[in-house]
């Protein structure tokens, strides 16, 4: 994982359970011609896009000088109401996994393994970032990692984690 995430779990829009988002598009290099006769694979500039739900999210090639904003047209998946959609992604609004932090801060985490790894790295003693998130563990403001702070932020976190695992 590069900073993007496979994949995004929120709030359903419907029914409020935990939801996955998934992007709508693979962008791929045009290495070998794929470009398919079903209209589901499109030249983009140096790109071969790829539609994952050619039904739901047809693609629509941004205008001149716009680039495609990812999760812009994401497809939330429901396992509890069955809804299929597609959705455009608000962050952190959006977000199964935050916590209210002191003062305006929020911490999040983009799926449950992203949600693991802060509660490994918070709950460990020598917390060292380390694994495919490790760019994000650093980003988590010091403060959040005083003995105290780390305290209440295991319990949050555990919380969350025990809350919904289906
Ligand atoms: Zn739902």
Redesign the pocket.
């Known amino acids: 994982m590069n900073g993007e995430p496979a994949y995004i779990q929120i709030h359903?829009?419907?029914?409020?359970?935990r939801?996955r988002l998934d992007e709508s598009f693979e962008f791929t290099m045009p290495q070998e011609e794929k470009i398919d006769t079903q209209g589901k694979v499109h030249r983009w500039g140096g790109w071969l896009v790829v539609e994952k739900y050619p039904n739901l999210v047809p693609w629509v090639t941004p205008g001149s000088g716009v680039s495609y904003q990812h999760w812009s047209r994401g497809v939330?998946k429901?396992?509890?109401?069955?809804?299929v959609a597609e959705k455009a992604l608000e962050w952190p609004a959006d977000a199964f996994y935050k916590w209210p932090l002191r003062g305006d801060l929020v911490l999040w985490a983009y799926n449950e393994e992203h949600a693991r790894a802060i509660l490994d790295y918070v709950g460990s003693k020598s917390r060292k970032p380390s694994g495919d998130y490790a760019a994000h563990l650093r980003k988590i403001p010091k403060e959040m990692l005083s003995a105290k702070a780390r305290e209440t932020l295991v319990k949050q976190l555990t919380a969350s984690l025990e809350e919904e695992n289906p």
């Open positions: 359903c829009p419907r029914c409020g359970k939801a939330v429901c396992p509890h109401c069955h809804l």
